[in-house]
T-cell receptor, first 114, second 116 residues
Framework: DVKVTQSSRYLVKRTGEKVFLECVQD?????MFWYRQDPGLGLRLIYF???????EKGDIPEGYSVSREKKERFSLILESASTNQTSMYLC?????????????FGPGTRLTVT | AQKITQTQPGMFVQEKEAVTLDCTYD???????LFWYKQPSSGEMIFLIY??????QNATEGRYSLNFQKARKSANLVISASQLGDSAMYFC?????????????FGAGTTVTVRA
């Protein structure tokens, strides 16, 4: 079974703090993704990575950065957390394949910024 | 502009009955794909079913089937013989090609509550 894990299920941080959200996958997938989920908006792509040290902006990259130093690990960084970044964050990974398109998701991190 | 539209915020269905969740999409690409994911209250996203734009037959996976009407740009999910464990939020998503892979664009979701 593919497993995508995220470092925390719940996180509470203060405004202005630097926040790290970690994601690890164990299936040697090339591509990894970070989404945020908000009520009424579904999931929106923040960043994705298609190889170690390679990244591409998604639809809402402002206020976020990412790091991928190892293939299995993809980190989302909030440089200076703000209250409007309170949300559910979901990490996903997938095999780079022309025949398989499924993304496998982690359990999510519910972040509250106060 | 919204690319995936799910017009039903919430639905109730009686156990053992079928339910149809609506999804319409907007794209000018010839090659694309449509997914349905289930998100229970525990939060994880569970892949249910996939339909490619060139697939001639509607996708089916167990009790799930995707009613794909390309000309209408709709990709409705049908859940047959509903079970209490089907209570969850359901998301329709579309695969769009990007320079180094593809991205998923999600709808706002539909909450399904199955009644005993």
């Amino acid at each position: 079974d593919v497993k995508v894990t995220q470092s925390s299920r719940y996180l509470v941080k203060r405004t202005g703090e630097k926040v790290f959200l970690e994601c690890v996958q164990d299936m040697d997938h090339e591509n990894m993704f970070w989404y945020r989920q908000d009520p009424g908006l579904g999931l929106r792509l923040i960043y994705f990575s298609y190889d170690v040290k390679m990244k591409e902006k998604g639809d809402i990259p402002e206020g976020y950065s990412v790091s991928r130093e190892k293939k299995e690990r993809f980190s989302l960084i909030l440089e200076s957390a703000s209250t409007n970044q309170t949300s559910m964050y979901l990490c996903a990974s997938r095999e780079r394949s022309e025949t398989s398109y499924e993304q496998y998701f982690g359990p999510g991190t519910r972040l509250t910024v106060t | 502009a919204q690319k995936i539209t799910q017009t039903q915020p919430g639905m109730f269905v009686q156990e053992k009955e079928a339910v149809t969740l609506d999804c319409t999409y907007d794209t000018s690409d010839q090659s694309y794909g449509l997914f349905w994911y289930k998100q229970p209250s525990s939060g994880e996203m569970i892949f249910l079913i996939y339909q490619g734009s060139y697939d001639e037959q509607n996708a089916t996976e167990g009790r799930y089937s995707l009613n794909f009407q390309k000309a209408r740009k709709s990709a409705n999910l049908v859940i047959s013989a509903s079970q209490l464990g089907d209570s969850a939020m359901y998301f329709c998503a579309m695969r769009e090609v990007r320079s180094n892979d593809y991205k998923l664009s999600f709808g706002a979701g539909t909450t399904v509550t199955v009644r005993a």
